[in-house]
């Protein structure tokens, strides 16, 4: 009889082994949420070697190389212990590699700054979430110590909160290569210590950004001269809208940007004088009415769609002068007409903003009144509109990278 051979199935050769952990429900879970920190911890440091081994995090440098005289013949040299608070794990036991250099002697320790600073617990991902709390919600301190120990189980104290706030520092290299030369400048309000400070700010309203804030004591002209040379050295220099602060145009030209009044401001400044002059004046139902009829075709002027057209418009009115009330023409004298390129510039350049409406929107984004009276100290104040300006401009990026459907 002739003898053949069987080849063995394919499905029998290549099947999986089987484990332990397959057959019970409790080492299953554990080796699941194992292999999950495993996963977690890959992108913790890319020049670190990280593991857990029966519940303690292990540390070690992937090419341990002399700190002192940089030689590669190094060998283990037993470990320090360490805790380590994680926003997403809590309190982790920890385990650091130390090192013996056999060509120098020197005894050293693997670097873990990229995980967490010398002669700290909390790691740079539990510091981040804490002043992330502080820029989403604007809490408290204590709430957002009250927080973290209900999401975390980690006590933390407020000092330890107020001394992250106070030491972060804002970064703007990744945006200051590409100003576009248009900008919003304007101030506001703080109050620090009882006493109100001033909060200059310059935002490029073409790429939607706070490119320079700082706080001072003084809204003088050296301050703001200083302010915005500064923040625009060796940029284009375009144009800088602002409100109808006098001391903002000649600031402004003598830095060489076209200056453009707010028109939101312009026409507000406008109604305030119109309602002074019928109080001050009582004048009756019909001159009243006159003079609304009047405010409406001169506010008709800021819709014109060119700037000759404006330009024709305004003359019109200035020909016809007398026909108007007193006080439309002290407007159209006194207040339109020498300035009328600086009401008007937006309609020469497409690109100049004609208010300065998006700057004021991210002042009460930024920093709302709720919290600027409260502040002790000026970095504290400039901390926290930082943190929330970070948070602002990540989300700007993600809105534009996520798809619309």
């Known amino acids: 009889m002739t003898k053949q051979k069987t080849l063995a199935p394919d499905s029998d050769l290549f099947d999986q082994s089987y484990k332990l952990s397959y057959f019970c429900e409790e080492l299953s879970k554990y080796v699941e949420n194992q292999a999950k920190s495993i996963q977690s911890l890959k992108n913790v440091s890319n020049t670190l070697n990280c593991w857990f081994k029966k519940d303690i995090f292990h540390m070690e440098m992937l090419k341990p190389y002399c700190s002192k005289c940089y030689s590669k013949n190094v060998i283990k040299n037993g470990t320090k212990t360490r805790k380590l608070y994680f926003h997403d794990k809590g309190l982790v036991k920890a385990e650091v590699q130390v090192y013996k250099c056999k060509k120098c002697g020197k005894t050293f320790k693997t670097d873990i700054s990229q995980i967490v600073k010398d002669n700290c617990n909390f790691t740079h991902d539990f510091r981040s979430k804490s002043l992330e709390l502080e820029g989403l919600f604007f809490g408290s301190i204590r709430n957002i110590a009250y927080k973290l120990e209900k999401d975390t189980g980690i006590s933390v104290s407020r000092q330890s909160i107020e001394n992250w706030i106070l030491e972060h520092e804002n970064d703007n290299n990744d945006t200051s290569n590409r100003y576009s ?40 002209k050296n301050n703001i001269t200083e302010f915005i040379d500064k923040n625009t050295r060796n940029k284009e220099r375009n144009s800088i809208t602002s409100d109808l602060d006098e001391k903002y145009k000649p600031i402004i030209e003598g830095l060489g940007f076209t200056h453009q009044w707010c028109l939101f401001h312009t026409r507000k400044n406008f109604n305030k004088t119109l309602k002074t002059y019928i109080k001050e004046n009582q004048v009756n139902k019909d001159e009243k009415k006159l003079i609304y009829e009047e405010k409406d075709e001169l506010f008709e002027l800021f819709n ?13 009115m200035l020909n016809n002068i007398k026909e108007y009330s007193k006080v439309i023409q002290s407007i159209l004298t006194h207040n339109i007409m020498p300035y009328f390129k600086t009401f008007f510039a937006y309609l020469l350049d497409k690109n100049i903003e004609r208010t300065s409406n998006k700057l004021e929107n991210k002042f009460q984004i930024t920093f709302p009144k709720s919290i600027k009276r409260i502040m002790k100290i000026k970095k504290g104040a400039m901390s926290r509109i930082n943190i929330r300006k970070e948070i602002l401009n990540q989300k700007n990026v993600f809105d534009t990278q996520t798809p619309s459907f």
């Open 181 to 220: 030369g248009y900008y919003i400048f304007d101030s506001q309000w703080v109050k620090i210590k009882g006493v109100w400070n001033y909060r200059l700010a310059l935002y490029d309203s073409k790429n939607d950004i706070i490119i320079a804030d700082e706080i001072y004591s003084e809204e003088d």
């Open 304 to 316: 014109c769609k060119t700037y000759q057209i404006a330009r024709n418009t305004f003359n019109k």
